[in-house]
């Protein structure tokens, strides 16, 4: 069951709202007007003992659940009698002190509206009482969702997260009742009904920010992927400089807290909530850096770290990347084209295919008593230079060497699909996907030209880094059989 909360000036142009909805029914009242006039007047009169109240006019929203079969959770509806939604009412108004004994309550009405395919009732009530005190309205909003939690346990409603901890714990103690906790804060009708009918930035923030962190990531990781989404990151510090452990996000010139989204986008709740890895010695330097806006590079220690937790049972680039998978590959090649074979015979054979019209850069060519694996490192330079000070103008410029040779290896296929990336041939170039289907890289076949950057990142580079390690052991693997065919 969902609340709303409102506190309004005018009774009486609430009542020609909640009254004047087609199939509006009053369903429960104190009073004893029916028309949003005669209840005007009724309201009045409580409202002489506190004539500087402004917004005397409580007006509260109860729904329930109705899902179609289109939605994420599928379908479900929920349906309550009017006698269940006035016991519900009234249940909601003592609990909120709104009734008690003798003059220690206020007027109210209860209407149910059917103009929505999800039932709702609406409550309007005075915050005066009739003995002129006024209803307590401090932490309104969390006492009104503890209330709402029994109520759907009693009434067997489908259970809805509660906006925080806090409230959780206080369901827990007070109905014995487990519940789960939103990690978004719910929009504002501000922002629900906003003439742009485009998703408020703090929706847009949340999306990329659990997009960033489904792998659990570093802080220095989550950074540079909030910036890669031209989201700004903003450290807060205090008056010595030292970080705060506290965020804020800008998106669109629009900067919003992290605690502001949710309670999982605060800096602990990052940590928490999210997995988000956070050592101050590895993530300061990155922090530090976003304070003066700028580009987070990943950090050469950070490589290392990523790279020395890959391991070929992994499957981490375009292979299933260990030394067998690549051999196996290998075996798979047409009939007539050797191990050894260079890479202007390969494209002999393969003419028909267009696989290759000249020797790529990254071929190693096989003349006499040369051997492709003594030559590899030379011809694919080190990608991990790349990850502090040294950025490429073209990342794709970098890892073509490695995916030209990959392809030769790998028997010349016209696609093949991996675990994180699918590499496709199309008209003499090679297209780089990852498994969402997105193009990040075109690398021509042809000895010279421009490859393509289309959104490589360093962290491709990274995981390519290992691609690369795995194809220099294949080849120092093969190089004793090699020896041997040659002698």
Known sequence: MIGKQFKNQSFRSTLEYVLGKEKATMIDSNMGGTTPVQLTREFGAARRFRPNLQRACAHVI??????????????????????????????????????????????????????TNHEHIHIIASRIRMNGSVVPDSWDYRRS???????????????VSCSSDRVAQRVQEESGVETTVSNRHSQTQKQKHHSSNQPPITQL???????????????????????QQGVVVHPQFNAGGLFKEAIAF???????????????????????????????ERDLPAIHSCRGKKQV??????????????????????????TNDINQAIAKRPAGISQSAGPKAIASEKSSKNALDSEPSSAISVNGNSQTSSRVGDVIPSLSAHQQGNKPKNYANS????????????????????KYYDLELERDILKLRRKSGEEIAEIPLHDGAESKDKGLTSEDLIILERLKELLLNHNQQQEPENQKELA
């Open 62 to 115: 109860l729904s329930i659940p109705h899902r179609d079969v289109s939605h994420d959770k599928g379908e479900y509806h929920e349906h309550l009698e009017d006698e269940q939604y006035t016991e519900i009412a009234q249940h909601w108004l003592k609990s909120m002190k709104f009734l008690g004994e003798e003059l220690n309550q206020s007027q109210y009405i209860v209407a149910r509206h059917h103009d």
């Open 145 to 159: 969702e503890v209330i709402l939690r029994q109520l759907e346990k009693d009434y067997g409603l489908e259970a």
């Open 205 to 227: 923030l949340a999306d990329i920010i659990d997009a960033a962190t489904k792998d659990q990531p570093t802080v220095t990781q989550l950074i540079q992927r909030l910036q």
């Open 250 to 280: 800008e998106l669109n010139d629009v900067k919003v807290g992290g605690y502001k989204l949710g309670s999982a986008y605060s800096f602990p709740g990052l940590q928490k909530k999210r997995g988000v890895s956070y050592n101050p």
């Open 297 to 322: 590079e990943m950090p050469e220690t950070t490589v290392k770290t990523m790279m020395a937790t890959l391991s070929p049972e992994d499957e981490i680039a375009l292979v299933n990347t260990n």
């Open 399 to 418: 890892i073509s060497p490695i995916i030209r040779l990959f392809w030769q290896q790998a028997g010349q296929p016209e696609t093949y699909s991996g």
